[in-house]
């Protein structure tokens, strides 16, 4: 009898746990046609699954601090709530999480539409302003998956805006064609320690009047973005086309962005990222097409602090199609016969492009990578095994070359796949494809160059796009420091073309004040005996490695150099083939300086480069031959 009644126990608690399951759609066996009224029926536990179909409301959507999930059976293209005209003007949000909801209130596969907000008092500019036009989330927090989150306009947060400790997490949503009057025309997080938390999510073609096109980073509130999509965002009068994150005078204000991609977003002040007064942002393996120079960080007392980490890059992502906006009266263009505007947004598809393979979301049904769902394209988008090595690869299809895709589908089981081996990540990369000036822009990890005499960029004279000629007099490039080469295995690589014996390539420099063994060195240079390839990178007890591979014949060369700090020996590489090798053991020399192309470490009169130096890149590892050899074709 007692282990029946614990039986019994177990039974009921197993029911509890997963719930009941409370229909919603048109069809005479639903529970109810109404989506608010399988959430007023139902308890904590409870699944509210509704059939497809437009479901026009009235009233916003409200969970009433339930924890339950509301979700559609068959996704976000075949079930829409749309709000219609409000009964109460000031309750205009499609959905609205207002009292003290948790993550355990879910939102799961609805397109939400329609929406113009609710208001809330601003006690400093002593006025209302209607927020959050598709979701709203009021001092409640929630969970929002597989959503499509369109055509909603307000004031603040057009398509979602979490205010006064809401804490939110989005997972695979898209936010498009939302507008703000003021800002956050995609999503507006602030006040009172709020955090959104979004993974997998696209948020392109949302318009903000004064700030934060694609996301608002507000007053004492964070944001973590993780493998997203932030493009072609507008902001019409202000900064941060695709993010903003300014706290209007309290410093808890931050973001995290990572794996994520920024491109073609819009604003007079950071087209793509601006970060105002005590706000900190921190992005990693990312890709910003156009590097820092599409981020602003306002200086002055209360400076915005920007954290440009490693794995970031600068390159086009080759999405498969790139929305845009359109004209209504283009002909190629369909629209609503009620649409509003004058032009409208046509949806992309933001899966990268890959000689492997790459997800078709022309197909509506999800099958494995062997079938008819997979296309074959004539380029594989940089983008592509370039996110954080630390990421799980998720669910990604083979073969994945072992690290997470930048982008909305990294990880995921739409992931594009890899098309040969994993490129290995540059720590610092100066492509030196500049047309004027005196920045040599290193595009990973903020270690801009200056130019020092008057070298001469070749735009169209480099081995890989443009180059810089070095006169062999007084030019070089000077680069904040990168590694200490006595403390970790590192390689070094460039493309030259020209230079005499005696001369130096690149060069740590030397540091004043410090010993022999603390000091700078030649990492690659000419033989001065026979114009080999040669590398002085020692410490006071080894002489430098020398190579018969003469470079300095007026022909393009890949150089490289390997330090393997484990096995103490460097390894030179000319066009891709080992040239030489330490037949001992030697010691990397210690260094905190910084490096100079083109020039020895003390910049003396001999060591002056006279040629051309392209793409040198940096890595924190001892690379392969099999890797040197790839980027030397």
């Known amino acids: 009898m007692f282990i029946g009644l614990i039986m019994a126990i177990v039974l009921v608690g197993i029911e509890l746990a997963n719930g009941a399951t409370i229909t919603v759609g048109p069809d005479v066996g639903s529970d109810f046609d109404i989506i608010q009224a399988g959430i007023d029926t139902a308890i904590d536990g409870d699944i509210v699954l509704v059939a497809p179909g437009e479901y026009i409301i009235t009233e916003p959507i409200t ?76 001092a409640s927090s929630g969970t929002v998956r597989h959503c499509t989150i369109v055509q909603n306009i307000t004031d603040g947060g057009g398509g979602v805006c979490c205010l006064q400790n809401a804490s939110v997490t989005m997972i695979d949503c898209t ?15 602030g006040e009172n320690s709020s955090s959104i938390n979004m993974t997998h999510c696209i948020i392109v073609g949302n318009i903000a009047g004064l700030g934060g096109g694609g996301l608002q980073v507000w007053t004492q509130a964070s944001a973590t973005v993780t493998n997203c999509v932030i493009a072609q965002n507008v902001v019409v009068g202000g900064g941060g086309g695709g993010i903003i994150c300014a706290p209007y005078g309290n410093p ?36 910003v097409v156009g590097g820092q120079n599409r981020v602003s960080v306002e200086d002055g007392a209360e400076d915005g602090i920007l954290i440009w980490g490693v794995g970031n890059i600068d390159a086009n992502p080759c999405f498969a199609k790139s929305g845009y906006w359109a004209d209504i009266n283009d002909p190629n263009v369909i629209v609503e016969p ?36 997979w296309m074959l394209d004539d380029v594989t988008s940089p983008c592509i095994d370039r996110g954080d090595p630390n990421s799980s690869v998720g669910d990604e299809p083979m073969p994945n070359g072992g690290i997470i895709n930048m982008g909305a589908y990294g990880g995921t089981r739409e992931a594009s796949m890899s098309a040969g081996p994993v490129q290995p990540l540059p720590l610092a990369h100066w492509r030196l494809n500049e047309t004027e000036g005196i920045i040599a822009h290193e595009i990973i990890g903020d270690k801009n160059g200056a130019c020092h ?141 910084g490096h100079y192309f083109g020039a020895g470490q003390i910049l003396d009169d001999a060591s002056f480069y006279s040629g051309l130096i392209d793409d040198v890149c940096i890595y924190p590892m001892a690379l392969s031959a099999e890797e040197i050899a790839a980027l030397a074709q």
């Open 63 to 138: 969970f009433l601090g339930k924890a339950i999930t509301v979700k559609s059976e068959a996704g976000p293209d075949e079930t829409t709530i749309r709000m219609s005209t409000p009964v109460d003007p000031n309750r205009g949000s499609v959905v609205l999480f207002e009292n003290s909801e948790t993550d355990d209130s879910v939102l799961d596969g609805f397109t939400i539409t329609g929406g113009q907000g609710c208001p809330f008092w601003l006690p400093y500019d002593l006025m209302f302003v209607w927020l959050g036009g598709g979701i709203y989330f009021n």
């Open 175 to 189: 936010i498009a064609e939302n507008v703000a009057r003021l800002a956050g025309g995609g999503v507006l997080c």
């Open 252 to 287: 808890n204000c931050f973001a995290t962005v990572t794996n994520s991609i920024f491109r073609k977003n819009t604003a007079t002040e950071g087209p793509d990222i601006w970060v105002r007064g005590e706000a900190t942002l921190d992005i990693t393996y990312s890709n």
């Open 338 to 373: 009620d649409d509003p505007y004058s032009i409208v947004w046509i949806h992309g598809d933001y899966h990268l492009k890959s000689e492997a393979g790459r997800w078709s979301s022309a197909s509506s049904v999800r099958l494995d990578p062997n079938s008819d769902s």
């Open 453 to 593: 005499g008057e070298p001469l960029w070749q735009p169209a004279g480099g081995k890989a796009g443009g180059a810089l000629q070095f006169d062999g007099i007084d030019d070089y490039v000077s680069t904040p420091f990168v590694l200490n080469p006595g403390e970790i295995s590192f390689s070094v690589t460039a493309w030259i073309r020209g230079g005499a014996p005696g001369q130096v390539i690149i060069s740590q420099a030397d540091v004043e004040g410090q010993s022999a063994i603390e000091s700078g060195s030649t990492w690659l240079g000419i033989n001065p005996s026979n114009g080999g390839l040669m590398t002085g990178l020692m410490d006071i007890f080894f002489g430098p490695l020398e190579s018969e591979s003469v470079v300095a014949d007026e022909q393009w060369h890949h150089i490289g150099l390997v330090y393997d700090y484990s096995a103490m020996r460097r390894h030179l590489y000319v066009d891709g083939a080992e040239v030489a090798v330490d037949a001992g053991f030697v010691g990397g020399i210690q260094s905190n300086a």
